[in-house]
């Protein structure tokens, strides 16, 4: 669960940039790091899904 754990830590990372981002947008102001972190967002998605797909192969080949 340690790589659970460790996702979950990065998802609220990305999180807070997000939330930065989108409070600068909403003062008139496109950050510079905007895209970047955009990027990263995609990035954590595609990992969510294969961190999921993988605990349901594990939980699967433990009688889950």
């Known amino acids: 669960m340690e790589a659970v754990e460790s996702h979950i ?15 600068a947008i909403n003062s008139g102001t496109i950050p510079d790091q905007t895209r970047a972190v955009l990027d990263r967002v995609g990035e954590a998605v595609e990992r969510s899904y294969q961190l999921m797909d993988q605990l349901v192969e594990e939980g699967a080949g433990h009688g889950a």
Do not use: F, P
């Open 9 to 23: 830590t990065a998802l609220n990372r990305i999180g807070n940039n997000l939330n930065q981002i989108t409070m």
